[in-house]
């Protein structure tokens, strides 16, 4: 009675003081969530600064680990991006794991805190191991001063380090994510607007933590002090770790639901059972739990939808299930509840969304690889100081900076006045749709760049490095577009693949994003691969040879603008037929929680 009075006085703070949450969460001790004591930007500005600390930590190892390789360990250019290629893979396969284990069994925080532990040992050893055996002689690991031969002990404690890096960061960052965005509630409206807010700042803590690591960090390490990077780089993590286990009395968290994959495997032995059952239009004939008997561990039950037909055979009541339910028996693999069906038919749905952010993905990889060497073939001295390619890169940081402040603050309350349906602005599936749609215009900027990059060109040039008459600032162009998409696709996908994740799945969500860049990178070496097979000829190099100024890169960016805008199309398909998932237990039409209600 209390919490209705509180509403029909219009008390906003006394009402949060005795209202919990309504997504389910609870708090360090397993109890409700109280929304006053818990959660909110409290709790999202630790997470944000952790996240911060843990990316600059990350990237002042990843950033120039190639370099390491051949300076100091000595590899040849080959070797050396092979071993990147397969570290940087073992982070986004640990971001699966990390996943699996946070919404199976561990909880977000559980995760979070033993990842970023093997994080932090993973960076001390690397950094001691640095110190005191690999930079040998003293004062090696510059370009003019490489370092000598090493032990296979000193070899190994060196890969120890970095793959403990990669495990640890990568079973770490998919939970983060979700976790920060734990701390809102989205059923509340406040709350909900938050939480959409949070990602974008979270995009924005991750580039700015990256931001440093490829500026300030790189400048060391370039100049050979790999140890000063290294603990840097420690310090950073360890500060993030300390601030985020500070904070754990504030946390809010929701319970790990058990092994999603028996759940799945559940409702497709159980739907192949009764593949011969006629179903009522209605849902009448199908199972659903009480709260008592409830096996989601407190997480939020989903609405049935129509779709996937097949899978509601799953949760048909048969005359033997009857008999059963008589007994006090239930058959896990004969009859599953409704929400249990909802969450593949969920999964199911988000597949086709998840393949067309794949495309995207390949165009975001170009700044890493063909942005830079297209860099380097360009005039990169400005008064006698030079540029490095790769530092080009701060411009589109710079752009998701800038279009993150522009669509909070000027777009999305612009779009919102005039949305009749909606106080909000544009949904998740449009901004990853503008988000492909600038991508095909940063693909068209450097297409054209690099037309007019060749006329100017001295073709003959062997070593190509600037030598083209055309200045690297016209590069700035590409990296802005690619800044504002990453803006509208992959902030815009974080929320997306939370909001449309059951509550047991969330952390999986977020590792879908991870995994759509892995399979970027490799299917755009798979593209590279195709596209100089098919154009080298007997008097032509191919579109990318090594010498660019005899090649016609300009060409293979015009066939990824082509490839997104294909993608373009049919996303657009997917994302007309896709069907938003629905939780029960929101808020009535006057905004009273359920849980304030008499």
Not at 236 to 248: E, H
Not at 435 to 446: P, W
Request: contains cysteine.
């Amino acid at each position: 009675m209390a919490c209705l009075e509180v509403f029909k006085e219009s008390n906003l703070k006394e009402e949060e003081g005795a209202c919990t949450t309504l997504d389910g969460t609870v708090d360090w001790h397993g109890r409700p969530a109280i929304r006053a004591q818990s959660g909110r930007w409290f709790a999202g500005i630790i997470i944000l600064l952790n996240q911060g600390l843990a990316t600059l930590a990350f990237f002042g190892v990843g950033v120039n680990l190639v370099l390491f390789l051949t300076r100091v360990l000595q590899q040849d250019n080959a070797s050396a991006a092979n071993n990147v290629s397969k570290w940087t893979g073992t982070v986004y396969i640990f971001s699966l794991v990390g996943a699996f284990l946070s919404d199976s069994y561990w909880g977000r925080f559980k995760t979070c805190a033993i990842f970023q532990l093997i994080l932090v040992l993973g960076l001390a050893i690397l950094s001691l191991a640095t110190n005191l055996f690999l930079l040998k002689p003293k004062g090696c690991g510059e370009d003019s001063a490489p370092c000598g031969s090493h032990s296979s002990v000193e070899i190994g404690l060196f890969y120890l380090s970095i793959y403990l890096i990669a495990i640890g960061y990568g079973g770490y960052q998919p939970n983060i994510a979700t976790f920060g965005a734990d701390q809102f509630d989205e059923e509340n409206p406040r709350e909900g607007h938050s939480k959409v807010a949070f990602f974008s700042y979270f995009y924005l803590a991750l580039n700015l933590g990256s931001l440093f690591s490829n500026t300030i960090l790189v400048y060391f390490e370039d100049e050979g002090k790999w140890a000063l990077g290294f603990w840097a780089s420690t310090a950073s993590a360890f500060a993030g770790l300390i601030m985020f286990l500070g904070g754990f009395i504030r946390y809010r968290h929701f319970n790990a639901s058990g092994n999603p994959l028996s759940r799945f495997c559940q409702v497709i032995v159980a739907a192949m059972k009764k593949w011969k059952v006629d179903l009522s239009p209605g849902e009448d004939d199908l199972y659903d739990e009480d709260a008592k008997e409830s096996s989601n561990n407190g997480n939020r039950k989903l609405l049935h939808t129509h779709g996937f037909k097949f899978l509601d055979r799953a949760a048909y009541i048969s005359s033997r299930d009857l008999d059963c339910q008589k007994q006090g028996l239930r058959n896990l693999w004969r009859l599953c509840p409704i929400t249990q069906v909802e969450e593949v038919k969920c999964i199911l749905r988000l597949l086709p969304i998840w393949l067309c952010t794949i495309i995207y993905s390949v165009v975001f990889t170009q700044m890493a690889s063909l942005f830079v060497e297209q860099g380097a073939a360009m005039k990169t001295v400005v008064s006698s100081f030079r540029i490095p390619p790769a530092s080009m890169s701060s411009f589109d940081i710079l752009s998701v900076a800038a279009f993150i402040f522009l669509y909070r603050r000027i777009l999305d309350p612009f779009v919102s006045r005039f949305k009749k349906s909606s106080s909000t602005g544009l949904t998740e599936l449009q901004r990853m749709g503008i988000g492909l749609v600038i991508a095909i215009l940063a693909m068209v900027s450097a297409g054209i760049v690099e037309c007019y990059r060749l006329k100017y060109a001295n073709k003959d040039c062997i070593h190509c490095e600037g030598s083209s008459s055309l200045s690297i600032f016209w590069q700035v162009p590409q990296y802005a577009f690619i800044g504002a998409s990453e803006v509208f696709m992959y902030v815009g996908q974080l929320e997306f693949f939370n909001a449309q994740t059951p509550d047991g799945l969330k952390s999986f969500g977020s590792a879908l994003c991870m995994t759509s860049i892995s399979l970027g990178n490799y299917v755009s070496s798979l593209l590279v691969s195709i596209v100089m097979k098919i154009s080298t000829e007997d008097n032509m190099p191919g579109w990318i040879p090594g010498n660019l100024n005899r090649g016609h890169l300009d060409r293979f960016y015009f066939l990824l603008a082509a490839l997104t805008s294909i993608d373009l199309a049919v996303y657009i398909v997917c994302a007309k037929w896709y069907k938003s998932i629905e939780f029960e237990g929101k808020s009535d039409e006057n905004g009273i929680p359920e849980n304030c209600k008499v």
